[in-house]
């Protein structure tokens, strides 16, 4: 049976649920530049775009070639195409708009490239997005919490090159087929485990954590001779649309909280196109996504380029880390 292709997807579901069929166009446009963003990266060494762009994003971190190469294949994409009302992006420290926003037109927010240190050493990166509609004629307002999503995305780069996406019902794989480059199919509803047998943090971090955070570790790491009763297993990337995945399709739980070294900028990850799009779809297939202390689609933004503390995973497990942190004060680790 010929597999299901991207394009055919997104047409179905814009049937199913009575969405705004300019979706597609939009749809189909990241995926052309996720196309052009892999073969960037697939041959990166090779082309010599792999250092440093010499520059310094919004973040202050410093912008890798590849970083501002795959914002400008989304930008390119997606500029002209109908309803696409504004673009905010990692890489970019101001919102482009792009037409006078109309009630129902998209804003979209996306990491080009996250885990973008991660390109030198040939390990997996990927592609966020996440699409809210405009509130109001004329409204030039970004700042919406992620429950107002629509609809969210990554595109994973790793041994094989996947999208995957949600409306907010179930979330569906396709993975390029390297052949036609066409995006098939993979993956029909991702499921997460409800409990985790893995966790992921940077461990490195842990004398700075919030005290609810260490007691969480702390039995994680006591294992079966501890108050959890059994032996977690642990991961680390650092590579957030790989951790996802993963955890998509195995279960575990991603955790990179606030801690005292990042506590004035608010966390580590960003919100908007980092946070919230992995929480809708970690909630979609059955998990959850919190940020220890809140469901994360539930903070209100005060700027584009936020960042928060972040749980995200198998719902029990977000579950588990949200009581730790309700037995203990929300102060901070050392510094
Ligand atoms: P980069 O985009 O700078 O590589 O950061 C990746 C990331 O935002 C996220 O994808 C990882 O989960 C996390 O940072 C890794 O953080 P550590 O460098 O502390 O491991």
């Known amino acids: 049976m010929a597999q299901v292709k991207f394009d055919e997807m997104i047409a179905q579901k814009i049937a199913q649920h009575g969405l705004d069929a300019r979706l597609a166009a939009v749809l189909n446009a990241l995926a052309d530049a ?13 082309a010599g775009n792999i250092g440093l762009a010499g520059a310094q994003n919004v973040q202050g971190e410093d912008q890798k070639a590849l970083d501002v190469i795959a914002d400008i294949h989304v930008q390119k994409a997606l500029e002209g195409v109908a309803g696409v009302a504004a673009l905010v992006s990692e890489e970019l420290d101001d919102v482009i708009w792009l037409k006078e926003p109309q009630q129902g037109d998209f804003l979209v927010y996306y990491d080009p490239l996250d885990g973008s240190s991660n ?69 029909d509803a991702f499921s997460v485990p409800t409990d985790a047998a893995e966790f992921a943090i940077n461990i490195s971090r842990y004398r700075h954590l919030p005290p609810g955070f260490r007691a969480y570790i702390d039995d994680c790491l006591a294992g079966k001779d501890g108050p959890r009763g059994r032996d977690l297993n642990m991961r680390w990337v650092a590579s957030m649309v790989a951790e996802i995945h993963r955890i998509l399709t195995r279960g575990g739980v991603f955790l990179y909280p606030v801690d005292a070294k ?74």
């Open 34 to 46: 996720i196309t052009r963003i892999e073969a960037d990266v697939r041959i990166g060494p090779l």
């Open 119 to 187: 390109l030198d050493v040939n390990l997996s990166v990927g592609t966020i997005f996440s699409i809210i509609p405009v509130q109001a004629d004329g409204d030039r307002n970004v700042l919406h919490p992620g429950r107002l999503q629509i609809c969210a995305g990554y595109a994973l780069y790793g041994p094989a090159t996947t999208i995957v996406l949600t409306f907010g019902d179930d979330v569906q794989g396709f993975t390029m087929d390297p052949q036609t480059g066409a995006f098939l199919r993979s993956h």
């Open 262 to 335: 990042t506590l004035d900028k608010g966390g580590r990850l960003r919100l908007m196109y980092e946070a919230n799009p992995m929480s809708m779809i970690m909630a979609a297939a059955g998990g959850a996504g919190s940020t220890g202390w809140q469901d994360i689609v539930d903070v209100m933004p005060q700027g584009h380029h936020d960042r928060v503390s972040v749980v995200i995973g198998s719902a029990n497990e977000v579950a588990e880390v949200v009581r730790y942190n309700a037995s203990y004060p929300k102060n901070m680790g050392s510094a």
